[in-house]
């Protein structure tokens, strides 16, 4: 391989998995991850609303990578007292998520901002929680996006982590590994016109087993309290609370 395709190869790498491909995708993105998870995201996301608790009135909570704002949204609704910002690198999914917080009137309760989840904007220990869904494998030093999160959350608050993982034992693994390596790639360039879904399918792939993952939270300063499977184990709830 030349120099020159290799830095070619380099740059394509970088944009996918960026602020720039979502700000493409961002119209469609909802539509697309419900069809191609036949909902059960939903369902998952619902079970990391209750894992950020418990909250009380006042308290302020961190949705990184938060996209079209739906996991902002099922905070606000769940945990009534609290205020939600969230953060995320693409400038038009966030478009997205403003006019449905607007749509549903918690503007003066969900605040959305463009921001690196390697580099947060707020001081430490702004918020009483933090969490993060189908995000952190797109963050290029996880690491130090989880140190990060730490960073942010006040000591003893939770950090949350949802996000999907190939599944590699269990009887319909095999199943579930067609799905993840041919369904959702075709049926998402289907859909969307975009190549995109090829992406996200080599980065689920590419993202560490449960174990070597919650390991990375510790080295994060996190004390991880458990790890939830979810449906045949295409996905993982990390639920941690910051060290000190």
Same mark, same amino acid.
């Given at each position: 391989m030349t120099a020159s395709s290799s830095n070619t190869t380099l740059a394509t790498t970088q944009q996918l998995g960026s602020g720039q491909m979502f700000d493409r995708i961002a119209a469609r993105y909802d539509r697309l991850n419900k069809i191609m998870s036949m909902g059960l995201d939903r369902l998952w996301r619902r079970r990391l609303v209750r894992a950020v608790g418990p $909250?009380?009135? &006042? =308290?302020?909570?961190?949705?990184?990578a938060s996209g079209t704002a739906d996991v902002a949204l099922a905070i606000a609704n769940y945990w009534p007292g609290t205020t939600l910002t969230g953060l995320d690198p693409s400038a038009g999914m966030l478009d997205v998520g403003r006019q449905k917080v607007r749509d549903r009137g918690l503007s003066e309760r969900?605040? $959305?901002?463009? &921001? =690196?989840?390697?580099?947060?904007p707020f001081a430490d220990d702004t918020f009483a929680a933090s969490c993060i869904s189908f995000g952190i494998r797109n963050v290029p030093d996880r690491l130090q996006g989880l140190?990060?999160?730490a960073r942010v959350t006040r000591p003893g608050?939770?950090?949350?982590?949802?996000?999907?993982?190939?599944?590699?034992?269990g009887l319909l693994s095999p199943?579930?590994?067609?799905?993840?390596?041919?369904?959702?790639?075709?049926?998402?360039?289907?859909?969307s016109g975009e190549q995109e879904y090829r992406y996200l399918q080599e980065s689920i792939a590419a993202f560490p087993p449960p174990q070597k993952f919650a390991a990375l939270m510790k080295s994060a300063g996190l004390e991880v309290e458990r790890i939830d499977v979810q449906t045949l184990a295409t996905a993982h709830l990390y639920v941690a609370r910051k060290v000190g």
């Open positions: $909250l009380t009135d &006042g =308290d302020r909570v961190l949705d990184v969900i605040e $959305l901002v463009v &921001g =690196d989840a390697q580099d947060m140190r990060e999160m608050g939770v950090v949350a982590v949802l996000e999907l993982s190939e599944p590699r034992e199943l579930a590994r067609f799905h993840v390596h041919h369904v959702v790639p075709r049926l998402g360039a289907w859909l």
